[in-house]
């Protein structure tokens, strides 16, 4: 099934720069701010190539992606990016706090080089749709650099645990790279190098299929400079380096995975009633509120709604925030009728798809009581999207949404099942937590690298 190979990574060096001053968020996770923010540090920052400005100024010869490539060029030829002399596999660990709790989690993987397959073949699988615009920019930033920086997530199955056990073995050392990001996470990377661990990590890997947690855009781009290097060559080479795309591989039966919920605000709805709303819904949710009338009865009707969302795991449960229509609001929680028949309730969706909230939510609300139809959806014209509850709540009361819907997470089963199947989720349908950063290795598909 799946084929895995070892990659001599360009690292940065730590005897010339600081991790937590060079290194990024995936550049999809990057605000202007963060840019700005990165752009005041370190010069060597990878935000000149991962997410590099743009200037009136420029032309086809100075432009972001030729200033991102001769970045690369530059920190090569000077030492601060240096490759390692062997190829290896890269245990990579991350430990943070569960957003919201005080919960501390490890999740752990490792960092290899994936062999690029078309998902007609079965071995790699996503689990949503993609855009246009970004694979644009980032096969163009591919072209120029010849570089991959960030990450693609993937998820494997092995109950087995065998990868496992090699990469604990591995983190019984001290850490080649380890820093702490903006977001608390503390990141830690081991160099697995020995032959009898690459073959055994080799071995272990053979049988799994592969689903893309995060980078869609990025896969299906380094899909695309496969082509092109292809037809450029004329001549089949499987070893080519860009016959395969850095990818780091979690697997789902090892502790730490963490997928937080996207919450649905919804705006410009034309003739906006939740009242109308409610009765569309009644034959299928039945509802619970939790009325206020002042700040002090709205702080505790909003811890009790969020518990009350939270502990409704045997239930199909969706929470709900309308904007005010009268003197008393409430939070509402909407679950679904033992008797709902959601064969009839969401006909053109596949029985795996009809066991998820989010699914639930937009075919069996946001469409038919609300006109959010899915080309609205993908196009942005009447949802936004909160990780937070609170921020979602806060946004209906500051007047930036008319209603919004707050989701629990799906479980990572849900997502491999209905991926393998051949199918895809909603947009913002997964939000796996913490990021994985770019340029904690590095892989080169130049004829040089």
Not at 238 to 252: G, H, L, Q, S, W
Request: glycine fraction near 6%; include cysteine.
């Amino acid at each position: 099934m799946a084929q895995v190979f070892p990659f001599r990574a360009f690292r940065y060096n730590p005897t010339l720069v600081r991790f937590e001053g060079v290194l990024t968020q995936p550049y999809d996770k990057i605000t202007p701010a963060m840019q700005d923010r990165y752009y005041a540090g370190d010069p060597h920052n990878l935000i000149t190539v991962e997410k590099g400005r743009s200037h009136s100024s420029d032309t086809t010869q100075n432009n972001v992606y030729t200033r991102a490539a001769a970045a690369l060029s530059d920190w090569i030829r000077g030492g601060i990016l240096r490759q390692d002399p062997a190829p290896a596999f890269y245990a990579y660990s991350q430990e943070y706090t569960v957003p919201g709790t005080e919960e501390r989690r490890i999740r752990r993987g490792f960092i290899g080089a994936g062999r690029l397959e078309e998902y007609s073949a079965g071995v790699v699988f996503r689990h949503e749709q993609t855009l246009s615009g970004p694979k644009v920019d980032r096969l163009e930033l591919l072209r120029h650099t010849q570089t991959h920086t960030g990450q693609l997530f993937m998820l494997y199955a092995d109950p087995r645990r065998r990868v496992d056990e090699i990469l604990a073995e591995a983190e019984s050392s001290t850490p080649d790279t380890e820093l702490c990001d903006e977001y608390g996470v503390l990141h830690r990377l081991w160099i697995v190098s020995r032959p009898r661990d690459i073959s055994e990590i080799q071995r272990a890997m053979a049988e799994r299929k592969l689903v893309i947690a995060d980078g869609h855009h990025r896969y299906e781009t380094a899909l695309a400079y496969r082509d092109e290097c292809r037809a450029s060559a004329r001549k089949s080479d499987r070893d080519a380096p860009f016959e395969r795309v850095m990818m780091t591989f979690i697997n789902t039966s090892s502790e730490g995975l963490t997928i937080l919920p996207t919450h649905r605000i919804a705006t410009r709805i034309h003739d906006f009633s939740w009242p109308a709303v409610r009765r569309h819904l009644e034959p299928w949710f039945a509802a619970e509120a939790f009325p206020f009338s002042n700040d002090a009865e709205k702080a505790a009707a909003r811890k009790r709604f969020l518990s009350f969302l939270d502990s409704a795991r045997s239930r199909r449960a969706i929470g709900v925030y309308p904007a005010a229509d009268s003197q008393r609001r409430a939070f509402c929680l909407l679950t679904l009728r033992d008797r709902a028949n959601l064969t009839q309730l969401l006909p053109h969706v596949s029985p795996l798809q009809r066991e998820l909230d989010v699914v639930l939510l937009h075919e069996g609300i946001l469409e038919p009581a609300l006109g959010i139809t899915r080309q609205a959806v993908t196009a942005e014209a009447h949802l936004t999207y909160e990780r937070e509850a609170r921020a979602a709540l806060d946004a209906i009361d500051s007047g930036r949404g008319q209603i919004c819907f707050l989701l629990r997470p799906c479980a990572v089963e849900q997502v491999m099942k209905i991926a393998t199947a051949g199918e895809v989720l909603p947009q913002k349908s997964t939000d796996f937590y913490p990021k994985l950063l770019s340029g904690i290795t590095m892989y080169g598909v130049g004829s040089s690298s």
